[in-house]
């Protein structure tokens, strides 16, 4: 079983996510596509949340309605160096988030960031956000990289107050953006 790990504080302060976590014992924890214990429980998840196709579109549009996890886990999670984090709140899914590990390359791409429609608005997508920096200046790498659909706004906005950057659109017209560790703004 794989340890659960709470932001540090350093990270909560700056959000003011403390009282969120503590109050609420919302705890993020990493999760891997080879434990099958963890897989059953992120299948059922997944077909629970993707039974809307706007979400599934939002999340994966390369994916095609109905959601099919053989696919998901197929398409995205054959690779190497992927990880993979959820946050639960009393043993509830509530978040998912999957970072891809470019090694040779220096940077990590965030992909597949989805909040359970209950929780949206309440700073969730930040915190996993947040991970996804954490990680990346931990593990000393310079860039992360992500994908949104550009009609999706509240995402975009999410991204920029981090201080991501629009960098150009791939060939099925999401916007891809960049984040610079190395720019003293993004520090």
Same mark, same amino acid.
């Given at each position: ?93 509530? =978040?998912? $988030?999957?970072?891809? &590990?470019? %090694?040779? @390359? ?66 099925? =017209?999401? $916007?891809?953006?960049? &984040?610079? %560790?190395? @720019?003293?703004?993004?520090?």
């Amino acid at each position: 079983m794989l340890p659960e790990f709470i932001i540090n504080l350093r990270e909560l302060y700056s959000f003011n996510y403390l009282n969120l976590f503590m109050e609420n014992g919302i705890t993020i924890k990493q999760v891997s596509y080879n434990n099958e214990k963890q897989v059953r429980v992120l299948k059922a998840c997944l077909e629970t949340w993707f039974k809307n196709p706007k979400d599934l579109n939002l999340t994966a549009p390369q994916m095609t309605y109905p959601f099919n996890f053989n696919r998901w886990v197929a398409d995205s999670y054959s690779k190497q160096n992927t990880l993979t984090y959820i946050l639960k709140k009393d043993d509830w899914i509530i =978040g998912y $988030m999957s970072l891809q &590990l470019q %090694l040779q @390359n220096d940077f990590i791409h965030l992909f597949h960031l989805f909040i359970d429609r209950s929780f949206r608005g309440k700073g969730i997508s930040k915190i996993l956000t947040q991970k996804a920096i954490s990680f990346a200046r931990e593990e000393n790498f310079h860039t992360i990289t992500l994908f949104v659909n550009p009609n999706n706004q509240i995402a975009i906005k999410l991204y920029e107050s981090f201080g991501f950057t629009e960098i150009g659109y791939n060939k099925t =017209g999401s $916007m891809k953006m960049l &984040l610079n %560790l190395k @720019n003293p703004k993004n520090r």
